[in-house]
């Protein structure tokens, strides 16, 4: 596939709801001037520039390419003394060689299905040692099939700029991709109602499209892969350009006037390009150099889908406000209990015999209290108890498992009956098709089709008798000589 689809979906789970409220913590509680450090880490070339009060400070870049963590705390650190940043909060843009952006079809399916393949892509994908980090975006669901659009970082990565903004006393609230800066500047370009438009975009070798309606809202992305043959690059990137135009006529009926081009012109030139298209193409209105990348990457919403800072990073700053706050009410609490004690003190030194009687009764009240918060306790675990009973129902796993048999079933394999009956706290499985293979790649399409039932997501146990059925059948098959026998198995099982 030379090229990647992606369809931008609101659907992302419960991640975007804390970063919309620690997103609009900052916009009610922080001071409303925009103040940061803003950094990129482009194929291991740094550069950062301070932002102070929505207005641009001071800027600086580091010779040389930063290899190791070690080398970019010190980046940092030179960063923070050559842009004389007073504040804490930073945004960094990141271009790697090891971050890896996929797009999946994939069969519909519940969430938590899918979570659980990602990880398995996202595992598999990886070029390097250890853990991986990813976000997803859902894109339009076709023909039973949804898109998903993936992009994997190295977990080591985003380790290793947390704990140096840790160390440094920084707070990063920003981590995303140099394709964030890409698909930001759609929102700059004119569109008339009824229209879309599409950007050309190349930075650091890579080329990406991004169209968009008249909110400026991004709708659709491809990123092109590197060229596998000896096309010219223009033609290349003109080709794929008249299919993205004619797909989006097809999909959602809009008509596309201009298309944008923005990128570096010693790598590629509109003009390269323009041959190969009928739409006019225009440059876009702002010519980026690496500081407007910079103030861009400062800019954007900490809710972004592709924003790679964990969640607990974000939640810091409220987390650190009701911290102080916390400890000025114990503080205030303190005062004021301390001379509420003495007036007491004082108090009872002339009425200490009505205040003992008062005593006495109070530790009378406070029993029948407890007695009879007791019993209300003992009737609400009854109500939960009888509550949990009623509303007790069997959740339902047909449609998730046939939804996921589809996507491993061999396609030499021909199922004509599934059978899924629960049976107390398990499922009892039954499936009966046939094979259009010789005896020998039945057998291993076979032993491939258990193991991976009993290695997924539902783990399904396979008796093993329908080795011993499959091979019966065969041998009768052989003694009659029927030409173009289909042999035909049965598999039963369970699901714990």
């Known amino acids: ?39 990129s880490l482009i194929n291991g070339r740094f550069k950062a520039m301070s932002i102070i009060n929505d207005s641009i400070h001071r800027s ?11 080398a970019l705390r010190q980046a940092i650190s030179d960063a923070i003394h050559h842009t004389q940043y007073p504040g804490t909060h930073i945004a960094v843009l990141v271009e790697d060689q090891r971050c890896i952006t996929l797009t999946l079809q994939l069969p519909a ?21 250890g ?40 707070h990063l609230q920003q981590l995303a991709s140099l394709s964030a800066f890409s ?15 599409v950007l050309i975009s190349m930075f650091e070798g890579k080329v990406m499209f991004v169209a968009g309606g008249e909110d400026g809202t991004p709708f659709l992305i491809r990123h092109l892969a590197p060229a596998q043959d000896w096309v010219p690059l223009g033609e290349r990137i003109g080709t794929e350009v008249n299919r993205t135009i004619m797909f989006i006529i097809q999909q959602l009926n ?65 987390r650190n406000l009701f911290t102080h706050t916390v400890a000025a ?92 009956k629960r049976r107390n706290a398990n499922w009892d499985l039954e499936l009966t098709g046939n094979t259009s293979t010789n005896l020998s790649e039945t057998l291993l399409l076979l032993e491939e089709f258990v193991q991976q039932l009993a290695d997924g997501p539902y783990h399904v146990t396979v008796h093993k008798d329908w080795r011993d059925q499959l091979l019966t059948q065969t041998a009768t098959s052989s003694m009659q000589k029927t030409a173009g026998q289909r042999y035909r198995f049965t598999m039963k099982g369970n699901i714990a």
Request: proline fraction near 8%; charge should be neutral.
């Open 1 to 39: 596939m030379p090229l990647s689809f992606t369809t931008i979906s609101s659907k992302q789970g419960f991640r975007p709801t804390i970063l919309s409220l620690s997103d609009l913590f900052q916009k009610t509680f922080l001071p409303k001037g925009l103040t940061v450090l803003s950094m």
């Open 60 to 70: 600086w870049e580091r010779p040389g390419v930063i290899m190791k963590s070690e």
């Open 109 to 129: 399916m519940p969430l938590t299905d899918l979570l659980t393949i990602l990880e398995r892509k996202a595992q598999q994908a990886k070029t390097w040692e």
């Open 131 to 170: 853990p991986a980090a990813w976000r997803y975006r859902l894109g339009m669901q076709a023909r039973g099939k949804q898109s998903v659009h993936l992009e994997i970082w190295p977990q080591s990565l985003i380790d290793d700029l947390i704990q140096i903004c840790e160390d440094l006393g920084l």
């Open 183 to 197: 698909e930001s500047q759609l929102s700059t370009l004119p569109v008339e109602p009824g229209e879309a438009t």
């Open 254 to 318: 809009l008509t596309i006037p201009h298309i944008w081009f923005l990128g570096e012109e010693e790598r590629l030139t509109l003009e390269e390009v323009q041959p190969h298209v009928s739409t006019p193409i225009l440059p876009c209105p702002v010519n980026p150099d690496w500081k407007y990348w910079l103030w861009v990457g400062a800019t954007l919403p900490i809710n972004l889908a592709n924003n790679f800072t964990p969640s607990h990073v974000l939640r810091a700053p409220l």
């Open 329 to 420: 009410t114990i503080a205030g609490l303190l005062i004021f209990g301390v001379g509420t004690a003495g007036l007491i003190e004082g108090y009872f030194s002339k009425n200490r015999d009505s205040v003992q009687a008062m005593t006495n009764q109070v530790q009378s009240f406070q029993q029948d209290q407890q007695d009879w918060n007791g019993r209300l306790v003992a009737l609400h675990n009854k109500q939960q108890w009888v509550r949990t009973i009623t509303n007790a129902k069997t959740p339902s796993l047909e449609g998730p498992f046939l939804s996921y048999l589809g996507t491993i079933l061999p396609p030499q394999t021909i199922l004509f009956k599934v059978s899924l």
